[in-house]
């Protein structure tokens, strides 16, 4: 063959195998270095704790109407979140990429699994969504693509569950968008919940983590753990008996209100209650004069009040 | 082929690819380039206005779906939830008084660059001139300034906002082509000591805030700024406090809403 024509072989080999425009490596273990929500990712939201949901009154009825029971029902005992939990869970990040053996060409990015979240795909190959009748998973169907140094993912077909570990919905017409930038060592993902059925305006939340090269960090287990349901609790046996509260029927509707102040049109959340101008309505406020719970002095070799008490243990 | 008909072949495939990792190692290389200004296209410097690889002005609403019960209202003296606080730092806020702030003419100990992007509040954001932008808050009338190119900080007392060294971060360029986007590294020191979070968790004069701001476009067409921030103070923290915040863009000011700082 004529050298000049197996150069230009060479060059466009070469050129093809660079990758797509601006990527950055996403393969390793990312330690969670979120300074936010540490309640919420930590011991748990309390029952009804909907600060910072854009719930509609569809949402916050049903939210209203959760028992912390139906996690007992064999149905409810392997139940996944969706991959918004990425952005709500305590966990590092393990991250690998699969190429076509024989294209070498970027095919899907992977995000591990945790002790309650799938394995996620995030699809790179250009394949096209499910029909929107295909059935749902916890995990959903994602697929993604560069948009300059981010990663922007769309996640669709995702079973209806919770947003939040307290019982508030999101539906299974929900649409999740992740945007994820890495600066340096820090991972920052935004991820968006776009649910016409339960929210108002889409639900955005952030995260941060930063690479590990130790891989020594919390994957809660790092494999989505089998599931064997088992009966928990003998009233649940009663076949067809579904725990629930009925409608003005919570009994922790006023439980923040009565442990930090907090009025009650907050507590349930709603859109208008994410922005400044919201903080009008507030000005009765008093803050509760000493923390007496998950006051986030964990670590520091001083005592903790975290049972209400307001005595240190 | 002949034997040195085959040598010279393999010597000229050698080069060629040799040329073309150049020609890609070269784009990468220019790919990483990083400045507080930028680089026009007839070569000439630019400055960090005409440069901006993302626009980052107009309003900007924080969007509060995050520690609400921290951000939204004060919370309770002793609450240090989500910040690695050191003992020293606790003892500081345990000690927490908003009228002794409030007699000694300090409302705005919350409102320092460190805890300003977390208070809920509208964003304007300006280039003062060529190579400062900056960033107003209506909630305690703050403006912070980002200094690009070789801004010198004065000499003088630390302030609110301190000093702040800005610039554009842009993605690789691959094949020649340099691809849309970027982002904005801020840097913040000479800060005035404060505190973090309104019911008194504190942070010293050697505080050191770095800053990525991203801006990215949703489905329906919005804007946001996400803020991915990091505080490290020696004294008052025991790792870094790293923290991600995000705004979404207003069409016009009409809910700018100047507020003085408030010390409770």
């Known amino acids: ?313 | 082929m002949t034997r040195r008909a085959s040598r010279s072949l393999a010597a000229e495939l050698l080069g060629l690819t040799a040329m073309a990792l150049t020609v890609v190692w070269s784009s990468g290389l220019e790919a990483q380039g990083r400045g507080g200004q930028g680089r026009a296209g007839d070569g000439t410097s630019a400055t960090a206005k005409a440069a901006a690889p993302i626009d980052l002005t107009g309003y900007w609403v924080s969007v509060v779906t995050q520690d609400w019960r921290w951000r939204m209202v004060t919370p309770a003296k002793g609450d240090y939830a989500s910040i690695p606080i050191t003992a020293s730092a606790k003892k500081v806020g345990d000690g927490w008084d908003p009228a002794k702030d409030e007699a000694a003419g300090e409302p705005c100990k919350s409102y320092g660059a460190p805890a300003l992007m977390a208070v809920p509040t509208r964003l304007r954001i300006t280039w003062r001139d060529e190579n400062t932008l900056q960033v107003e808050t209506d909630a305690g009338t703050q403006t912070r300034q980002f200094h690009f190119g070789n801004w010198k900080p004065q000499r003088g007392s630390a302030t609110w906002q301190g000093d702040s060294i800005a610039e554009w971060e842009r993605p690789r360029p691959a094949r020649g082509v340099s691809p849309k986007g970027g982002s904005l590294k801020v840097v913040t020191t000479h800060l005035r000591p404060g505190y973090l979070r309104k019911n008194g968790v504190p942070y010293s004069a050697g505080v050191v805030l770095t800053e990525y701001w991203d801006v990215s476009t949703e489905r329906n067409g919005d804007q946001w700024i996400t803020i991915t921030s990091t505080v490290e103070d020696a004294r008052y923290l025991r790792e870094p406090w790293v923290t991600a915040l995000n705004f979404k863009n207003e069409r016009d000011g009409a809910k700018w809403d100047l507020t003085p700082c408030l010390a409770r």
């Open chain 1, 1 to 313: 063959m004529n050298p000049w024509k197996l150069g230009a072989l060479v060059m466009a080999g070469v050129l093809v195998t660079v990758p797509a425009f601006a990527q950055f490596d996403l393969t390793g273990k990312w330690a969670s270095r979120s300074g936010q929500d540490a309640m919420e990712r930590g011991p748990g939201p309390d029952p009804v704790d909907y600060l910072g949901l854009p719930l509609n009154d569809e949402g916050r009825a049903r939210a209203l109407s959760y028992d912390y029971s139906l996690m007992s029902l064999p149905e409810g005992q392997c139940g996944y979140h969706t991959p918004f939990y990425i952005v709500l869970g305590p966990f590092g990040l393990h991250m690998w990429n699969e190429f076509d053996p024989v294209t070498g060409r970027l095919v899907a990015w992977k995000i591990g699994a945790w002790v309650d979240k799938d394995i996620q795909t995030i699809w790179m190959d250009g394949r096209p969504h499910p029909s929107p009748n295909a059935p749902r998973t916890y995990g959903g169907f994602t697929t993604g693509r560069w948009e300059g140094d981010t990663l922007i993912t769309t996640t669709t077909h995702m079973k209806s569950t919770t947003i939040r570990r307290n019982g508030a919905p999101v539906s299974d017409h929900a649409t999740m968008t992740m945007y994820m930038v890495r600066h340096g060592d820090l991972l920052t993902i935004r991820a968006v919940m776009d649910d016409p059925v339960y929210f108002s305006e889409p639900l955005v939340r952030s995260r941060v983590w930063a690479l590990d090269p130790r891989g020594n960090l919390n994957l809660g287990n790092g494999v989505a753990s089998p599931c064997e349901p088992i009966a928990e609790l003998p009233r649940l046996d009663i076949a067809g008996l579904v725990p629930h509260h009925l409608p003005g029927q919570n009994p922790f509707v006023n439980e923040l209100t009565q442990m930090y102040n907090i009025p009650v049109e907050a507590v349930l959340g709603g859109a208008e209650t994410l922005y400044p101008e919201y903080r009008k309505k507030l000005t009765g406020y008093v803050p509760p004069a000493m923390c007496k719970r998950y006051c986030g002095c964990g670590g520091l070799g001083v005592p903790c009040i975290e049972d209400g008490s307001g005595v240190p243990r």
